[in-house]
């Protein structure tokens, strides 16, 4: 969901629109995937979570 109005462009976050299944999958997917510490996304979710101190896992 992008956030901007005329020349202010704001951060862009997940929407709870939508089908909740398929976010509802893709959400649970993207944490086995972190789990099992598959390599090009583990370094994604620890850069992200130095960021911004949030914790799923």
């Keep these: ?3 901007q109005s005329g020349k202010r462009v704001g951060k862009t976050r997940i929407s709870k629109r939508g089908n909740h ?3 509802r999958g893709l959400h649970m997917s993207a944490l ?3 789990r ?3 390599k090009p996304f583990v ?3 620890e850069r ?3 960021r ?3 914790k799923s896992k």
Excluded: D, S
């Design 1 to 3: 969901m992008e956030n």
């Design 21 to 23: 299944r398929i976010r």
């Design 32 to 34: 086995m995937v972190v």
């Design 48 to 50: 992200v979570f130095e």
């Design 52 to 54: 911004t101190v949030l």
């Design 36 to 38: 099992y510490e598959q």
């Design 43 to 45: 370094g994604l979710y």
